[in-house]
C-alpha cells in the first residue's frame, strides 16, 4: 500500500533526516519527498500492508513539520457512483 502525504519540508537536508527517521522507525517503509511539488510529497510505501497515517504524521512532527494525508481522488465516471 502507498499513502502520500502533504507536507511544509522545503529543505532537502530536512527531508533527508526524515526520510532517514522514517526508515529507521519503520523498518517496512519505503519512503520519498518530492519537493518540487507545491504540496511537498511524502511518500510511503509499505511492504507488509497498510501504512499507519498516525504514527507517520506524529514522526514528522516530533521533528516540527506538518504532515497530512492527501486523499485519493478518483473521478466518477459518468455518473456511476
Known amino acids: 500500500m502507498v499513502e502520500v502525504?502533504?507536507?511544509?519540508?522545503?529543505d532537502a537536508r530536512h527531508a533527508n533526516r526524515l526520510l532517514d527517521l522514517i526508515h529507521q522507525t519503520f523498518t517496512q517503509y519505503t519512503a520519498n519527498f518530492d519537493l518540487d511539488d507545491c504540496d511537498r510529497?511524502?511518500?510511503?510505501h509499505s511492504?507488509?500492508?497498510?501504512?499507519?497515517?498516525g504514527?507517520?504524521?506524529s514522526l514528522?512532527?516530533?521533528?516540527?513539520?506538518t504532515a497530512e494525508v492527501l486523499p485519493d481522488?478518483?473521478?466518477?465516471?459518468?455518473?456511476?457512483?
Open 73 to 81: 481522488d478518483f473521478p466518477l465516471a459518468h455518473g456511476i457512483f
Open 55 to 57: 504514527f507517520v504524521i
Open 47 to 53: 511492504s507488509t500492508g497498510l501504512v499507519e497515517p
Open 60 to 65: 514528522v512532527q516530533d521533528f516540527g513539520f
Open 41 to 44: 510529497i511524502l511518500r510511503i
Open 5 to 10: 502525504f502533504k507536507t511544509n519540508v522545503r
